[in-house]
């Protein structure tokens, strides 16, 4: 009798481990897949790309296509043994009403998507479109049924350990100007033989010895290496097993080099909060063991003055001007709006204003009251004589196979360059980073005067982003569509704000991201189901003394991982590369928090 009970254990052992592997490959497999697509457009995102038919992607495209394909599999997978073994269930549990919920509400987005070409396959270079975020809300309901063990645990951090050693390895030589995508032999393993011929053109602008490993982004390996540091980090701190402790602080090691490496400043920022978390969590044992507290401490601290050293200094300077960004609000522009009336162009200061005006060939300048203003040219070059007008600059310039002007604003924070355009039928027009004529536009802003630049320029980006809320309260523009969205024709918030060279395509905000694609209320759904999450955990972990077994070990680190991602998320998106791994581990999360609170354990 004994001997069929061990047999049937067994069995069932073996059969979990089964079931989880589709999540473990996407743990494993997905972050790491980098192979060229060649994209055809939609019309919305040709005209986007001025006029492009296909997208070259690297990054995104095949992650997106293998993690649908694997979540497929796996829910097939589980379905079937639910329906074959009695001993397997779909467990009840509330969470699954805002996972439900927010599932609809993204089919909802979808049908009623104005581009729903990219609201179901997502956005170039990007691809997160309905399919891959039903795919996030799947993963978490894998996970959450599939986890009983710590044996299934350890399987899951094994996955994790993989991904993380070999985009450390990527990141190291790109890090060291070694970049292993730029080798020959792996050119040509992303790349498709039909366009070997083409091998010697790939390159991927990334700054210099900046990591941005397999992750498409180096923010976006600051964003995957700060959660892996956290999770490890405290397994390394808290697990009693030798091979376990060794493992997890060599993977902690890796990925806070990765991180040091990608320069992200988000996730330098966001590893400062991490260690407040540990000292709240753990302030009774820090104080009990403050000198292997301080060891820890002081050799991350190494760590970084290191990776500072190599980078000439280069990752300081990042974080404090990252921060400077955010604490130092600069005078609002003097400059205050552009744009065309009859032909003419209008440009507007706080105390003036100047008219360009085109006809016959002649180029006149016109100051308030119409008065015109007299002009000094030398060649092809125009200066204004009176003041304030001469601060500025103008000159004739080539463009689109005739002439233009080329425009020199001065401001009271920075220069402004943009180029013009004469029209046949007199008269001047604005170019467009593709030398397109467009009609300019002041999009709406809220807040952010001031600090245009902050973050990166999210100061510009989020200010238009907030008057986009009023048109998705309830449902949303579509997945992945923000970029179609984004007020591009923006021409004078792109000048103070960004750069007429530049298209918006993301809102550098999960939050955002969420409730411009699919609705206000699914991001508030969204925070419903996160604040259930972050409440049963701060309630189990913040008064627990005892960590003796994987369940709590694990669960503590993914507690710190979820609330990093989510610190995060505020400058940065949801993408492929990563979300996975952050919807997979809330499952775990869930799961591990329910198993302890139903059993009541809190030490």
């Known amino acids: 009798m004994g001997k069929k009970v061990k047999q049937t254990a067994k069995k069932e052992d073996k059969i979990s481990i089964v079931l989880l592997i589709p999540i473990m490959l996407i743990l494993a497999i997905i972050p790491l897949i980098v192979y060229m697509r060649v994209v055809p457009n939609d019309e919305a995102t040709k005209i986007f790309m001025g006029g492009l038919d296909n997208n070259v992607d690297f990054f995104s495209y095949y992650k997106s296509l293998w993690f649908i394909v694997l979540t497929g599999i796996g829910l097939f997978i589980f379905l079937s043994q639910v329906l074959l073994d009695k001993n397997i269930k779909i467990r009840k549990d509330p969470i699954y009403y805002p996972m439900m919920a927010y599932a609809i509400l993204i089919i909802i987005s979808t049908i009623f998507a104005t581009y729903k070409t990219v609201a179901l396959r997502g956005f170039m270079d990007r691809y997160e479109g309905m399919w891959v975020l039903l795919s996030y809300l799947v993963v978490m309901f894998l996970a959450y049924n599939l986890i009983n063990n710590e044996k299934q645990l350890k399987y899951i951090l094994g996955s994790l350990g993989f991904s993380t050693i070999i985009i450390s390895i990527i990141g190291f030589t790109q890090y060291i100007g070694k970049d292993i995508y730029k080798s020959n032999f792996m050119r040509k393993l992303i790349t498709p033989s039909a366009y070997n011929d083409q091998i010697d053109k790939i390159n991927f602008n990334f700054e210099a010895n900046r990591v941005y490993a397999s992750l498409y982004n180096p923010n976006y390996v600051g964003v995957y290496s700060t959660m892996i540091f956290s999770l490890f980090l405290t397994i390394f701190l ?11 602080g060599f993977i902690s090691i890796l990925s806070l080099l990765s991180l040091f490496g990608s320069g992200s400043r988000a996730g330098l920022l966001t590893l400062g909060l991490y260690f407040i978390l540990l000292a709240i969590i753990f302030r009774k044992v820090i104080i009990r063991r403050w000198k292997a507290s301080l060891i820890i401490l002081v050799t991350v601290l190494l760590l970084f003055v290191g990776a500072n050293i190599y980078s000439n200094n280069n990752l300081f300077s990042r974080l ?27 440009i507007v200061y706080d105390d003036y204003s100047l008219k360009i005006q085109v006809e016959n060939g002649n180029i006149e300048f016109y100051g308030d009251n119409n008065n015109l203003l007299a002009v000094e040219q030398t060649g092809l070059n125009f200066k204004i004589i009176d003041p304030p007008y001469n601060k500025h600059s103008f000159a004739i310039v080539s463009v689109n196979d005739t002439y233009g002007l080329h425009i020199n604003l001065e401001t009271n924070r920075k220069n402004i360059s943009f180029y013009t355009e004469f029209l046949k039928e007199d008269g001047l027009g604005l170019l467009n980073n593709m030398n397109q004529l467009v009609t300019p536009y002041k999009a709406p802003s809220i807040g952010f005067e001031g600090r245009e630049a902050m973050a990166s320029n999210r100061g510009y980006i989020w200010s238009r982003s907030l008057p986009m809320l009023s048109d998705v309260v309830l449902v949303g523009n579509g997945p992945d569509t923000y ?6 024709n923006d021409y004078y918030g792109k000048l103070i704000g960004l750069s007429i060279n530049q298209q918006v395509d993301k809102p550098h905000s999960l939050y955002f991201q969420i409730a411009l694609n699919t609705g ?40 710190f991982l979820v609330v990093l991602y989510l610190i995060m998320g505020i400058s940065n998106d949801s993408i492929v590369s990563i979300s996975p791994l952050f919807w997979i581990l809330l499952g775990v999360g869930f799961k591990i928090n329910k198993v302890l609170d139903d059993n009541n354990i809190i030490n």
């Open 483 to 488: 970029g179609l969205h984004f007020p591009n």
């Open 520 to 559: 206000l209320l699914s991001l508030i759904i969204f925070l419903i189901l996160l604040l259930n999450y972050l409440y049963l955990s701060f309630k189990i972990f913040i008064n627990m003394n005892i960590y003796d077994s994987m369940f709590k070990i694990t669960g503590l680190g993914i507690f």
């Open 320 to 346: 404090t001007s990252g921060i400077n960004s955010i604490i130092i609000k600069e005078e609002p522009y003097n400059f205050k709006n552009i744009y065309t009336e009859n032909n003419s162009l209008i």
């Open 238 to 248: 808290l697990t009693k097993s030798k091979m376990l402790k060794t493992a997890s």
